[in-house]
């Protein structure tokens, strides 16, 4: 039996429930099978014919749709009288199956379908575009974890090793302005980082979660005086205090993100909050722990100066200290992040679950939430499951199609069982794994691993979902894919292999010995893998940058990199152009030294995504029909990048290849990506 050849579609065209049932779908090479089973729920159903071609047989089966999750796999009887049994592992021969040998399914996992395939771009708003100069964080207007603020006057100059109080002046003004530019890029959705009232740049240390931030928003009414200098006594920040406490900066500044996800909307663009709930920030209202809203109107007492605080029981104090009490519990230990204290107030977990359904809702009306270090709410696994199903049931009320994304570094499997997480921010099946092979760097470029670099099969162990028991099919077809972020290291400065962090060394060395080809290779792997492709803001202009501060840098405006941005439209428009890159089935077709090659197919065609990580030319054959692709027949090459050191080249005019007896053979330039069509594409057609 050709094993190769096997081919369990586990595309959600096959996963989806169809009445009582659901429908699963297999293809074997025409003859090799006298019959074909699947096992589940204890028992071996037999699978019909469905149909062949000149190359495949299909057969589908039917197992009924348990409320629970179901664990299957497919036997099948060679034309020899052998059996193999067909799972995640692939083909096996003989011996009793293991776990490991299991697909999975969930029959009543409802995710939203806008993610699929959709493209994504992160905003980290500060560093942006500046869009309306009286809205600026100024010198001294407050005093913020050990320093005053300060307003960078100079929008191209490099971040500080510690930069949380300065301030670019990006805003939302400067994201309403650019998007045209957003939407001529081809961007399908706006993740914006946290954009609620808070003291840093980065935001992540919420001061209301009820209102935008009028840094970022409207300031209508503004007085009072900045700090004087060598004063750190925040109550005295009378500008700060009106510009944040105010009511009018403050409905002015959420009428004023209703107007922009509604142009936004306009425009076909969908927008996701990032939702900071684990802990909040010692500004907060809640905790009060500067007195900026002591004695103001419309505010109550904050639980820091006052034991008898509504919100005392908000938060975990280890010590009767009261007044001006610092002894509470602060995530992992920060004082500046209080960790919310969920378990001991259900006031709080009503109060969070209103802020989730609030801004999915009309007037705000967005897309969805990203949920900042999700799995650590609550003190334990137990409260963390159970708010997340009572935060998914208040969302989706709200919304049903607003999606639930959310931040979790590994083990993701008991958040996505349908009834909490919709899916995950993909760094273990995709941005860890895309740049090992590609660079051999960790993601924070700490270190270089010589033994990941160029590692095809370590690679394809990693990145199919298949083999990774905490991404089941329906989250795996929605995560967010990306190659940088705000937490990590450009992907640029990553190609370079030099291991570093801004303090160690300088922002310039982030520039040093990076390759653009590498880049490219990154940027096409991200638009032809099943889930929504996420660029960070600048990627696609040449931004580099160490580790966080320094990958915030501000986006480049006039200072672009051409080509990049040519490049980047070119392979947006192509991964729009072709709806197999949506939900189309995925097959990995070769994995060799530094060359690795996947298929994409569904009814309307393939596509076949060739990467050569190597500094030297290849030349490779290819068992394409496996992957959609005629047996006899050309592929078109659409798409290619290629270079050497700094220099780097891409193309999109065509040229066919020959394919024989379902073999192609292409020449693979250094460190190239290629991408090849088949529009007739024979799977699916029987």
Not at 344 to 371: M, N
Not at 472 to 498: C, E, K, V, Y
Request: aromatic share 14%; net charge negative.
């Amino acid at each position: 039996m050709d094993k190769e050849a096997l081919f369990a579609d586990q595309s959600p065209a096959f996963m989806k429930r169809q009445g009582g049932e659901i429908c699963l779908r297999l293809r074997i090479r025409k003859g090799e099978a006298l019959s074909c089973f699947v096992r589940a729920l204890g028992k071996s159903r037999p699978m019909r014919p469905a149909g062949s071609d000149q190359v495949f047989d299909y057969y589908e089966g039917r197992i009924p749709a348990s409320a629970s999750p179901i664990r299957y796999y497919f036997r099948i009887r060679s034309r020899e009288g052998d059996w193999v049994r067909y799972g995640r592992r692939g083909p096996v021969e003989g011996g009793r199956p293991g776990k490991a040998d299991y697909f999975h399914l969930i029959p009543d996992f409802a995710v939203p379908d806008w993610p699929a395939g959709a493209v994504g771009y992160q905003i980290f708003v500060d560093r942006f575009c500046k869009g309306d100069p009286s809205t600026d964080v100024l010198d001294r207007e407050y005093f913020y974890n050990g320093d005053y603020t300060r307003r960078i006057a100079d929008w191209y100059q490099d971040p500080a090793p510690n930069d949380v109080q300065e301030f670019y002046g990006g805003d939302l003004q400067g994201v309403l302005d650019r998007l045209d530019y957003l939407e001529a890029l081809g961007v399908d959705v706006i993740y914006f980082n946290p954009l609620f009232v808070s003291p840093s740049n980065h935001k992540y240390d919420t001061q209301d979660y009820d209102y935008i931030d009028p840094h970022f928003g409207k300031i209508v009414k503004d007085g009072g005086q900045v700090l004087a200098e060598g004063d750190r006594d925040n109550a005295h920040a009378s500008r700060y205090i009106q510009r944040v406490t105010d009511r009018e900066n403050l409905e002015a500044s959420g009428a004023f993100f209703a107007r922009l996800v509604e142009e936004a909307h306009r425009r076909g663009i969908r927008v996701i909050l990032d939702g900071v709930f684990n802990h909040c920030g010692s500004f907060h209202k809640w905790l009060d722990r500067e007195k900026i809203y002591q004695g103001r109107q419309g505010y109550g007492p904050g639980a820091y100066t006052d034991p008898d605080a509504p919100t005392r029981s908000f938060f975990g104090f280890t010590e009767d200290a009261w007044p001006d009490n610092r002894h509470y519990e602060g995530w992992w230990g920060h004082d500046t992040l209080p960790k919310l204290n969920y378990e001991e107030s259900e006031a709080l977990c009503q109060y969070i679950l209103g802020i989730g359904k609030k801004w999915v809702s009309p007037p705000y009306c967005c897309d969805g939430w990203r949920l900042d270090v999700a799995a650590d709410l609550g003190h334990s696994a137990a409260f963390n499951h159970a708010f997340w199903k009572r935060f998914r049931r208040a969302v989706k009320e709200a919304n049903p199609e607003a999606v639930i994304l959310a931040e979790n570094y590994c083990g993701s499997q008991d958040w996505l069982q349908g009834d909490e997480w919709d899916t995950i921010m993909n760094y273990e099946a995709f941005m860890e794994p895309v740049t090992w092979f590609l660079t051999g760097m960790e993601k924070h470029s700490d270190y270089y691993r010589e033994d990941l670099h160029h590692n095809a099969e370590a690679f394809w162990r990693a990145m199919t979902w298949q083999d990774q028991a905490y991404m089941p099919g329906a989250p795996a077809w929605i995560s967010m894919n990306q190659l940088s972020n705000h937490d990590h290291s450009r992907f640029l400065t990553r190609t370079s292999g030099r291991a570093g962090r801004l303090g160690q060394k300088r922002s310039r060395d982030a520039e040093k010995g990076i390759r653009r080809a590498v880049f490219m290779q990154g940027t096409v792997l991200l638009m032809t893998w099943p889930g929504m492709p996420t660029l960070y803001y600048g990627d696609e202009a040449g931004l580099c940058g160490f580790t966080d501060p320094d990958n915030r840098r501000p986006y480049p405006w006039g200072r672009e990199d051409e080509k990049l941005l040519s490049f980047h439209k070119d392979i947006i428009a192509l991964h729009k152009r072709y709806p197999c890159l949506k939900y189309g089935s995925l097959k990995a077709l070769y994995g060799e030294g530094g060359v690795i090659a996947y298929a994409r197919f569904d009814a309307s065609g393939a596509l076949l995504t060739v990467i050569n990580s190597l500094d030297a030319e290849r030349e490779v054959s290819l068992k394409v029909l496996y992957g959609g692709f005629p047996e006899e027949g050309r592929a078109r090459r659409i798409f290619m990048s290629w270079g050497g050191g700094r220099r780097a080249f891409y193309t999109t005019k065509e040229k066919d290849f020959p394919i024989r007896e379902g073999t192609l053979t292409l020449p693979l330039p250094p460190q190239s990506a290629l991408v090849l069509t088949a529009e007739a594409g024979i799977l699916h057609k029987a």
